[in-house]
C-alpha cells in the first residue's frame, strides 16, 4: 500500500521535528509543504533549520524548471527545499508537480513519504485535487485588481460569473485575494464548474491510505513559541541573509521577500540604510520591526488554525501536554503497521 503520513498544524508546534523522529522509527523521509520553503536563499526566515554546512544533493529536474533534490537532517532525507528562485512566482500547480514526483520516487524505494507544513491549501490540493488546478495564474490582471475595493471585486465577477458568486460563502466574499482569483478562474473558463484534468497527475497516482496528524498548543503557549522562534532568527542572522539576497539582485517587488513574512517586515530597515546619509538604523526601527514580524506570524498562525479546522480528518494532539509524542508514536505505529 502506498502510505502517506501528513504532519500539519501552525506555525511554530514542532512539526518538521517530530516529522524527523517519526522518519528515523518507520523508515520514512520528509517531504515539505510550506509554500515558502521553496525559495533558495530564503532560509532563516522560513525556519529550514538546515544543520551548517548542509549538502544539497541533486537528484532530477522538472521541465529544467525545477531542480529536486534533499538536504540531510540527521541522517533523514529532507525534500521540496531551494527548488525555485525568489524571483520565480513559485505556485500551487508547480507544488503538486513538484511533489508528486517525489512522493512517487519515495514510494518506489519502499520508503514513507512524510508531507510536512503549514501551507493547507497546498495539502489538499496534492491530496484531494482542485477543479481549477490547471488555470494559471494571471499576473497582469491580478495586478490590474490588487487595489480594488471588495466591492468592486464582487461586481466584475458578478458580471461575468453570477453563480460563481452566489456560491461564494462569506468569508471568501469578503476576502480580495479569492474574489480575485475566482475572477481569474471566470475568465479562463466559463463555467466554472467543468472538471479540468490535473495535467501533473502521474498515471495510476492515488493517495489510498493517508494518515493526517495535527499539532496544535492555546494561543498562549503558541505566540509564546512564535516570539521566541523570533528572537532566535534575528540572533541566527536574518539580516544578512536579506543583505545577501539584495546584493544578489532581489528586492522587494521582483521576489518572494516583498511577500513572505519575516522578511517584508525588513524592508523599511534597508530603506533606511539607502537614505540615510550616516548608512545606520536606529535601534528603534529595529525593535518595531520584531515586534511587526511577530504580532505578522501570530496572525498567521491564527490564519492556518482557521484553514485546518476544516479538515475532519486530523488526528489532533495538543503539544502542551507532557505525553503528546508518546501518543502520536502509538497512533502512528497502529497504523503503519496494519495491512
Not at 62 to 73: A, E, H, S
Not at 246 to 260: F, R, V
Not at 269 to 282: A, D, E, L, R, V
Request: aromatic share 12%.
Amino acid at each position: 500500500m502506498n502510505k502517506l503520513l501528513i504532519i500539519c498544524g501552525p506555525t511554530a508546534t514542532g512539526k518538521t521535528q517530530l516529522g524527523i523522529n517519526l522518519a528515523k522509527k518507520f523508515n520514512g523521509e520528509i517531504v515539505s509543504a510550506d509554500s515558502r520553503q521553496v525559495y533558495k536563499g530564503m532560509d532563516i526566515g522560513t525556519g529550514k533549520d538546515l544543520p551548517k554546512f548542509s549538502i544539497f544533493n541533486f537528484q532530477f529536474s522538472i521541465k529544467n524548471k525545477f531542480r529536486i533534490g534533499y538536504y540531510k537532517m540527521v541522517g533523514i532525507k529532507v525534500w521540496l527545499y531551494d527548488v525555485a528562485e525568489p524571483d520565480y512566482r513559485f505556485n500551487v500547480a508547480d507544488y503538486v508537480e513538484c511533489a508528486t514526483q517525489v512522493i512517487q520516487d519515495i514510494w518506489q524505494r519502499k520508503k514513507l513519504p512524510i508531507l510536512v507544513g503549514g501551507t493547507g491549501f497546498y495539502i489538499k490540493a496534492l491530496i484531494d485535487g482542485i477543479e481549477t488546478l490547471g488555470v494559471s495564474p494571471d499576473w497582469e490582471l491580478r495586478e490590474k485588481l490588487r487595489n480594488l475595493e471588495i466591492e468592486k471585486l464582487r461586481e466584475i465577477l458578478k458580471e461575468i460569473a453570477p453563480e460563481r458568486l452566489k456560491e461564494m460563502n462569506e468569508s471568501d466574499r469578503n476576502n480580495s485575494r479569492r474574489l480575485i482569483r475566482a475572477i481569474e478562474i471566470a475568465r479562463e473558463i466559463p463555467n466554472s464548474k467543468i472538471q479540468i484534468p490535473n495535467k501533473f497527475q502521474i498515471p495510476n497516482f492515488k493517495f489510498e491510505n493517508v494518515l493526517f496528524v495535527g499539532l496544535m498548543a492555546p494561543y498562549k503557549v503558541l505566540y509564546e513559541r512564535i516570539d521566541r522562534r523570533v528572537e532566535e532568527r534575528v540572533k541566527q542572522g536574518i539580516i544578512e541573509e536579506i543583505q545577501k539576497l539584495i546584493e544578489k539582485g532581489y528586492n522587494w517587488e521582483n521576489s518572494a521577500l516583498g511577500a513572505t513574512i519575516g522578511y517584508r517586515e525588513w524592508k523599511p530597515y534597508f530603506m533606511n540604510f539607502i537614505n540615510s546619509k550616516s548608512g545606520t538604523q536606529s535601534l528603534k526601527l529595529r525593535e518595531e520591526i520584531i515586534k511587526r514580524w511577530k504580532y505578522n506570524e501570530h496572525g498567521y498562525a491564527r490564519r492556518q488554525i482557521t484553514w485546518f479546522k476544516k479538515e475532519k480528518r486530523i488526528k489532533w494532539f495538543e503539544i502542551s501536554q507532557p505525553d503528546w509524542p508518546v501518543e502520536v508514536v502509538n497512533f502512528v505505529k497502529n497504523w503503519y503497521y496494519k495491512d
